[in-house]
């Protein structure tokens, strides 16, 4: 199973930017979708971004298209996800996950099977 490890959130204005890596390490993720979810206080985990295992494909919740970027380095085992013009009600805690299985398109809770602890957002208005 992967370990996966966020980092680069933090406190932001609105309309500011920030970018979220997420290392991978314990085996590669390479031919395994990647994505992004987000979890705000008393609400349900829900889908921000994935991307395809060779990146080519990439998925986006309209709360987020045209904002959000994710992307992947798999010479490096990571994934990133860019934020621009964050707003408030982007404030969570960003996971990162990898999908269960490989080859196979990956954007639902069910489809992951390895998440990260977490990185803690804040976009104070």
């Known amino acids: 199973q992967a370990q996966l490890v966020e980092s680069g959130g933090g406190l932001v204005q609105a309309g500011g930017s920030l970018r979220l890596s997420c290392a991978a390490s314990g085996r590669t993720f390479i031919g395994y979708a990647m994505g992004w979810f987000r979890q705000a206080p008393g609400k349900e985990r829900e889908f921000v971004a994935a991307a395809s295992w060779s990146g080519g494909t990439t998925y986006y919740a309209d709360s987020v298209k045209g904002r959000f970027t994710i992307s992947r380095d798999n010479a490096k085992n990571t994934v990133y996800l860019q934020m621009n013009s964050l707003k408030p009600e982007d404030t969570a805690v960003y996971y990162c996950?990898?999908?269960?299985?490989?080859?196979?398109?990956?954007?639902?809770?069910?489809?992951?099977?390895?998440w990260g602890q977490g990185t803690q957002v804040t976009v104070s208005s």
């Open positions: 996950a990898c999908a269960a299985s490989p080859l196979r398109r990956a954007t639902k809770i069910e489809d992951f099977g390895s």
